[in-house]
């Protein structure tokens, strides 16, 4: 069984990566979701283990001394963070672990783990993107404003992902994602062990047919 590809998707809000993203888990085996840690409380509904991994203050900032995280942010005295172990459990199981989190928790990833691939999710023009967030009636005026700014911001990291994602229709985008990760799991270089298996049993073959 070879390793699982961690994916770490981004992309704009109103893009649509959240349903990209749960589709993608619906329709095709081997797929997890990452899991973050959180000092939040829980809410009503939420279980230890299932939305989050529930820490004290303390517990989490002793993750981060140990570096247990593969990226980790505070918001509003809050820490998130995504938790190594969980992830590499995952892995090592052949499961294909997908994060949604922003451009810099996504740099941070990289940074720590090469091999992950970063897949930016993107509507097909700026205007459709506008038409999305106005479309969905939930937002005011000026947070849709807030949210294309913060989206001209974003699109200046788009350069640093390994491949960029229309999101014209949303099948069509979930079966592109799919095969892009499948296609990074054949990779010669992420099935090593496989390869040295065939090399050694061609070995063998070869002597003993001399």
């Known amino acids: ?6 994916t770490v998707v981004s992309g704009f809000s109103g893009a649509g990566k959240g349903t990209v993203m749960k589709r993608l888990i619906q329709k095709y085996d081997d797929y ?21 991994f529930f820490k004290t203050k303390e517990e989490v900032e002793s993750m981060i001394e140990n570096d247990e995280f593969l990226e980790y942010a505070r918001y509003v005295d809050n820490y998130y963070g995504t938790p ?17 989190i922003e451009i810099q928790g996504a740099m941070q990833i990289k940074a720590k783990n090469p091999e992950a691939v970063l ?9 459709e993107l506008r038409n999305r967030l ?6 005011t005026a ?13 699109a200046e990291g788009m350069l640093s992902y390994d491949y960029i994602l229309v999101n014209d229709q949303v099948e069509d985008c979930v079966d ?19 390869i040295n298996t065939i090399q050694q049993e061609a070995r063998i073959f070869m002597k003993g047919d001399k």
């Open 119 to 127: 897949v930016f999710v993107t509507p097909p023009s700026f205007e």
């Open 134 to 139: 106005v479309g969905r009636g939930t937002e």
């Open 142 to 154: 000026d947070v849709i404003e807030s949210r294309l700014r913060r989206a001209s911001e974003e």
């Open 1 to 6: 069984m070879s390793k699982g590809v961690l």
């Open 32 to 52: 997890a979701l990452s899991i973050s840690v959180t000092t939040r409380n829980p809410r009503e509904g939420e279980r230890d283990g299932i939305e989050y």
């Open 176 to 194: 592109r994602l799919h095969q892009i990760i499948l296609s990074e799991r054949a990779k010669a270089q992420r099935n090593e062990e496989f």
């Open 84 to 100: 190594r172990f969980y992830v590499e459990e995952m892995l090592a199981k052949g499961k294909n672990v997908i994060l949604e």
